[in-house]
């Protein structure tokens, strides 16, 4: 049965994954030929909670569902005035993103006042329902809008423990994250190293995403200054934006004298831009101290680019060990075991198995997940 499909979550011109996943799911909606938009923000972060350098993108529009930015995140005006725009809109379902309870006072309060309809249908995509880095509050707001909606799906096992505290009987669905196949196709190893300038024939590891404390780069770069690393000429490409203080990195990286093995792209990746780091390197690294899901596991599947992850979270349960990639402890001594293992192998060991595995991460199976929950919620 087609339906009219609102989106609640980032969307252009604000940047990042979460953006472009909401892009690629109304896409999808569409595709199976329900009427979508997308309810964005005006404003999402105040400036001086944001920490990276810019929230918006840079890139064109993109093409598909209508995006409308109305939502202003601290201001209980906007929310009772959107949340009384899409209950009169009648959508037969709303698709709300949560992945920070600072969004659960806006996004709670809209919900309740669209729930009046007695029609709309909510499900939310729980990427997080506790955050990696704990603030006062954390709970509450959560609590606050996980009782505005019918039910959830989440892309963790650890997620949905979290969700289970809150929400013990509303209906819910544990999915894996869909593939990110909406960057361009891949490119042969040789000119998406051209492209960034790289060395065409060094070992080259990657760190991709955003930097924050618990993504364990320092650790990475710990691991980077085991005299075996050193040795083998391997080579460290970073690429992703500061999320906190680059200062103790910068000393971390100069204690170690490892700047010489590393290539910094320490600003926000484009999504034009996001192929050629993904195809110019040998394997992914996830060094990750705490995890959920993460967004880096399904784009390195998309380009069938090997993993090496920490057994953190539910990270070692997306990449199968000796087979998709290799699981260490979050550890530098550990992690540099892993990096010169994974080499013994060889990359194009990995494939065969990658190729499998991907088969897994479909948005066609998303889409029927939300539907089938959607279609349990009595109004």
Not at 1 to 24: N, Q
Not at 324 to 343: H, K, M, N, Q, W
Not at 365 to 375: F, P, R, S, V, Y
Request: hydrophobic share 40%; aromatic share 12%; glycine share 6%.
């Amino acid at each position: 049965m087609k339906d009219k499909v609102v989106i609640i979550g980032p969307a252009y011109p604000l940047r990042g994954g979460l953006a472009t996943f909401d892009h690629r799911l109304a896409g999808e909606f569409i595709r199976e030929g329900d009427e979508t938009s997308i309810f964005s923000f005006s404003l999402q972060y105040p400036g001086f909670l944001f920490p990276g350098k810019t929230q918006y993108s840079n890139e064109d529009t993109p093409k598909g569902a209508p995006i409308f930015s109305k939502i202003n995140s601290i201001n209980p005006f906007n929310w009772l005035k959107v949340g009384r725009e899409l209950r009169k809109m009648r959508p037969g379902l709303i698709v709300v993103r949560y992945w920070l309870p600072f969004m659960g006072p806006a996004l709670g309060t809209i919900l309740r006042l669209v729930r009046k309809n007695k029609y709309t249908r909510i499900v939310a995509i729980t990427d997080n329902v506790l955050p990696h880095e704990k603030r006062p509050g954390d709970r509450a707001f959560s609590r606050y809008f996980l009782k505005s909606c019918d039910a959830f799906v989440t892309m963790s096992e650890e997620v949905m423990n979290d969700l289970k505290q809150f929400e013990p009987l509303k209906p819910a669905r544990q999915i894996l994250h869909p593939l990110y196949d909406n960057f361009g196709t891949a490119l042969p190893k040789a000119d998406a190293r051209a492209y960034l300038k790289l060395d065409p024939v060094k070992p080259i590891v990657l760190f991709f995403g955003f930097i924050r404390k618990y993504k364990g780069l320092d650790i990475l770069l710990e691991a980077m200054a085991d005299p075996r690393i050193r040795n083998a000429g391997i080579q460290l490409l970073i690429a992703g934006e500061f999320y906190e203080d680059e200062k103790k990195y910068k000393e971390l990286i100069d204690r170690l004298k490892i700047r010489e093995s590393l290539i910094m792209h320490t600003h926000f990746i484009s999504d034009s831009e996001v192929r050629y780091f993904l195809c110019a390197v040998d394997v992914v690294i996830q060094p990750y101290r705490n995890a959920t899901q993460s967004g880096v596991t399904p784009l390195a599947y998309n380009f069938q680019k090997p993993m090496i992850v920490t057994n953190v979270g539910g990270l070692a349960k997306l990449v199968p060990d000796g087979k998709c990639g290799l699981v260490s402890s979050p550890e530098p001594t550990a992690l540099a075991d892993s990096i010169l293992r994974f080499y013994e192998l060889g990359e194009n060991f990995f494939i065969p198995h990658l190729r499998a595995e991907k088969l897994k991460y479909s948005w066609e199976n998303l889409i029927k997940t939300i539907k089938e929950l959607a279609n349990d919620v009595q109004k």
